[in-house]
Structures are given as C-alpha cells and as structure tokens.
C-alpha cells in the first residue's frame, strides 16, 4: 500500500522552501526522538521542482505537478523527480484504474 504524503505550504506559517524538517517522521521512542528513516513507499507531490529534492533524498517517490510557471520549473532537472503529470485529479484516476 503506497502512503501519500502531501504537505500544504499555502495554509501553514512556513516558508515555501524545501525543509528537511517538514518530512521528518516520529519514528522514534515516546521521548519525542525524531527519526529520518527512509521513506520508501510515501509520495510527495508537488508543484515546485526544487521542493521535491529532501523528499527524494529520503527515499520517498515524488511526483512533480507541472504547471505554467516558470518558478515551478526551478530545479526540475535532475534525477529527484520520478514521475511529472500536468493533473493531478488525471493522474489519480489513472491510479485508481
């Protein structure tokens, strides 16, 4: 079973950079010890390139949403993008056949 992690920049006080922080995973003790396993079988997705990079180096599938803006294309070459789709409602019907 695939996890689909989506984190929404827009409706949180973050900046829309990527962060390591934000894909952390409490893995760890009761202690509030936090862990970075790698996170095989999530999914980021995401319309900015460039934040797919700390996903992708934890190990997570991302899925680059293309848009029309050029700032979304920012940091788009490069082997951290998996997947690139132009719709996201297309691409998840397509996944649930």
């Given at each position: ?16 950079v990527?962060?390591d922080?934000f ?14 396993p ?5 999914v ?8 797919l ?5 934890l190990?997570?599938t ?13 940091g788009s ?5 998996h ?11 397509v996944?649930?056949?």
């Open positions: 079973m695939m996890a689909l992690v989506a984190v929404a920049i827009a409706g949180c006080a973050q900046p829309p990527p962060r922080h894909y952390r995973v409490d893995a760890g003790p009761p202690d509030g010890a936090f862990t970075t790698p996170l095989r079988g999530a980021m997705v995401e319309d900015i390139a460039r934040n990079v700390p996903a992708a180096a190990g997570m991302t899925v680059w949403v293309r848009t029309d803006n050029a700032w979304g294309a920012e070459g490069g082997g951290h993008i997947h690139v789709i132009d719709d996201v409602a297309d691409w998840l019907a996944l649930a056949g």
